[in-house]
């Protein structure tokens, strides 16, 4: 691939953020194609790759930029301004990247890190099962090691980016006689599998993540397997769900930002000053709600990326009662509130410039996207387990 890293070279004391902010005339300007057609956005993954933050997650030592979760969280919410489907792929990829940059073997380490810090690699999730709901931490198929390499055959629902993907990581149970608990993570190349993906993407929003039913099936070298054999519970509380939780509220919250600011440009403008009274008690009201409801969320999400950032750096318990409550809270939190916010954007931006799909401010495909949000990995199982939860923190710590 032809200079991954130029707009890093052109802005060289860029922050990550500001690289980000690059990037988002172009997703904002492939974002409504690529909703109309359920398509994968291509040339905001193309942008994304040149830009080096394909690379954020990647260690300095391995080419990447060394990012951290606030540097994840600032990104994601500077290129869900341009498109939320483009965010949410490229805060997946580095929650990917993540787990693989702290537990993947030093041999694959080696060999993979320095390909995804090129922009080279884009690498999907695959956790999905038939039968199992959104439960992430158990699996039905199982790993073969009767050879020394892992064999590999699984079915998934919905593998956001499949089509596209360089690299998977995939949740598999880690023998036919194991435990549907015991997971196993493991690492593979496209080139490494036969993929066959299944066609009837067709959702309300998110169109664009393209989140294919797909059959993977191949064979991968053993150093290829990512943390200890049925491990991945150990995993998903210490990296795998706290990148996730902090990626998908960042773009949820960096999306309504964007059409926030789209509505106050107009409203301030003469020409919007027509059709709006911004002397109204009611079109205040309505702008004000909406900003507490954004600056609520930023603020939630800033204490989580702290107290997780503290914890990762001096060896903290992450699956500490209090602190898995905040994690689960904040996504439950960022989605159900900025939905409320969307709700309200549209009733503040009315028939013409909220409801109507060929209105010049995206609210219309905003509210279809972020009602997704709940459903993503649903709010329902995350506040069941929250329940249980606080029970077990009967002093309710705070940070």
């Given at each position: 691939?032809?200079?991954p890293?130029?707009?890093?070279?052109?802005?060289?004391?860029?922050?990550?953020?500001?690289?980000?902010r690059?990037l988002?005339?172009?997703?904002?300007?492939?974002?409504?194609?690529?909703d109309?057609?359920?398509?994968?956005?291509?040339?905001?993954?193309d942008?994304?790759?040149?830009?080096?933050?394909?690379?954020?997650?990647?260690?300095?030592?391995?080419?990447?930029?060394?990012?951290?979760?606030?540097?994840?969280?600032?990104?994601?919410?500077?290129?869900?301004?341009?498109?939320?489907?483009?965010?949410?792929?490229?805060?997946?990829?580095?929650?990917?990247?993540?787990?693989?940059?702290?537990?993947?073997?030093?041999?694959?380490?080696?060999?993979?890190?320095?390909?995804?810090a090129?922009?080279?690699?884009?690498?999907?999730?695959?956790?999905?099962?038939?039968?199992k709901?959104?439960?992430?931490?158990?699996?039905?198929?199982?790993?073969?090691?009767?050879?020394?390499?892992?064999?590999?055959?699984?079915?998934?629902?919905?593998?956001?980016?499949?089509?596209?993907?360089?690299?998977?990581?995939?949740t598999?149970?880690?023998?036919?006689?194991?435990?549907?608990?015991?997971?196993?993570?493991?690492?593979?190349?496209?080139?490494?599998?036969?993929?066959?993906?299944?066609?009837?993407?067709n959702?309300?929003?998110?169109?664009?993540?393209?989140?294919?039913?797909?059959?993977?099936?191949?064979?991968?070298?053993a150093?290829?397997?990512?943390?200890?054999?049925?491990a991945?519970?150990?995993?998903?509380?210490?990296?795998?769900?706290?990148?996730?939780?902090?990626?998908?509220?960042?773009?949820?919250?960096?999306?309504?930002?964007?059409?926030?600011?789209?509505?106050?440009?107009m409203?301030?403008?003469?020409?919007?000053?027509?059709?709006?009274?911004?002397?109204?008690?009611?079109?205040?009201?309505?702008?004000a709600?909406?900003?507490?409801?954004?600056?609520?969320?930023?603020?939630?999400?800033?204490?989580?990326?702290?107290?997780?950032?503290?914890?990762?750096?001096?060896?903290?318990?992450?699956?500490?009662?209090?602190?898995q409550?905040?994690l689960?809270g904040?996504?439950?939190?960022?989605?159900?509130?900025?939905?409320?916010?969307?709700?309200?954007?549209?009733?503040?931006?009315?028939?013409?410039?909220?409801?109507?799909?060929?209105?010049?401010?995206?609210?219309?495909?905003?509210?279809?996207?972020?009602?997704?949000?709940?459903?993503?990995?649903?709010?329902?199982?995350?506040?069941?387990?929250?329940?249980?939860?606080?029970?077990?923190?009967?002093?309710?710590?705070?940070?």
């Amino acid at each position: 691939m032809s200079a991954p890293s130029a707009q890093a070279q052109a802005l060289p004391t860029a922050t990550p953020a500001e690289l980000a902010r690059l990037l988002v005339p172009v997703l904002r300007e492939t974002a409504a194609a690529a909703d109309e057609s359920a398509s994968f956005p291509v040339a905001a993954l193309d942008a994304l790759r040149a830009s080096g933050l394909m690379g954020l997650s990647v260690p300095v030592e391995y080419g990447g930029l060394g990012g951290s979760l606030a540097d994840m969280a600032a990104v994601a919410q500077e290129l869900g301004r341009g498109s939320l489907s483009a965010a949410l792929i490229w805060a997946m990829h580095c929650q990917q990247v993540v787990t693989l940059a702290e537990y993947a073997t030093p041999g694959l380490k080696s060999r993979l890190l320095p390909r995804i810090a090129r922009g080279e690699v884009y690498v999907a999730s695959v956790t999905s099962e038939a039968g199992k709901g959104g439960h992430l931490t158990s699996a039905a198929a199982a790993l073969d090691r009767e050879t020394e390499e892992l064999l590999i055959h699984r079915e998934a629902p919905i593998v956001t980016g499949g089509a596209q993907a360089d690299g998977f990581l995939i949740t598999m149970r880690d023998a036919a006689d194991a435990s549907s608990n015991a997971v196993t993570l493991v690492y593979a190349d496209r080139e490494q599998l036969e993929t066959t993906q299944r066609d009837g993407w067709n959702p309300m929003g998110m169109r664009a993540t393209h989140s294919v039913a797909m059959t993977l099936h191949g064979t991968v070298p053993a150093d290829q397997q990512v943390g200890a054999a049925g491990a991945f519970a150990d995993i998903s509380g210490a990296v795998f769900a706290p990148a996730a939780h902090i990626g998908w509220s960042a773009s949820w919250l960096g999306a309504v930002c964007g059409v926030l600011r789209d509505a106050l440009t107009m409203l301030r403008d003469p020409a919007g000053r027509r059709d709006f009274n911004l002397r109204s008690e009611l079109v205040l009201d309505r702008i004000a709600r909406i900003r507490l409801d954004v600056d609520a969320v930023d603020a939630f999400l800033g204490t989580v990326v702290r107290e997780i950032e503290e914890l990762r750096r001096g060896g903290g318990d992450i699956g500490a009662a209090p602190v898995q409550l905040r994690l689960n809270g904040l996504k439950v939190f960022a989605s159900e509130t900025l939905m409320d916010a969307a709700d309200r954007l549209m009733d503040l931006l009315g028939l013409r410039h909220g409801y109507m799909r060929s209105s010049a401010i995206p609210m219309e495909r905003l509210f279809r996207d972020i009602k997704s949000a709940r459903l993503n990995y649903s709010n329902d199982r995350l506040t069941t387990a929250n329940g249980t939860l606080t029970l077990l923190d009967p002093e309710v710590r705070l940070v």
